[in-house]
């Protein structure tokens, strides 16, 4: 409960501090993400990131509403005991496809797991990537996005309840929203791969 706890205070505060302040759907505005990613793979981050925005929003326009919505969605599902998200997986297949195999494995790594039945992989967020630098460049800013990286190092990934509980506010900068992009993606995939 403790990590928990302070998993929600980490995103609560932390993740807001990462570039401008005011809420921003704009990759440029993130001066952290400038600093670890080349233009080119920042306009591919830009393919998942659009593509996030749009399975949240569906057939609105991207702003905090949709994802104030998504959050309360993800609370009370959370809170009945079930993770469901609004991303479509063969969509998001198709979205991989336009992306280069280096940014694929600047973001994240496949792990294969084995059971009676069959060898299944999933992904998950690269150790060694580019975007982890990304996530420790804004933890030097940020006090609270460095024990948020720490949490995830120690949990050793990504998992549902890292953000239970959290209260959309509307001001969370681009780099928030990136990250909670790439959080959503990573886990839809680990939900919904088969193979």
Known sequence: MKNKLSILVILSFGLIGCSSPKSSFELSESSSLRQVFSAEEINELK????FFNGELCA?????????????????KNNAEGFVELPI???AQQNMYQRLSENLKTQVWSRKWTKNEVDTIGSIYIANNG?????LTKCGETDDLVKRYLDELNAAGGIFPGMVEGYEYHGNESVDFHLIMAIHFLTLNDQFERKN
């Open 130 to 134: 580019k975007y982890m630098t990304y």
């Open 88 to 90: 479509s997986y063969e």
């Open 59 to 75: 057939e609105q326009q991207i702003n905090k509403d949709c994802y104030r919505t998504f959050f309360q969605m993800l609370n």
């Open 47 to 50: 393919i998942a990131f659009d």
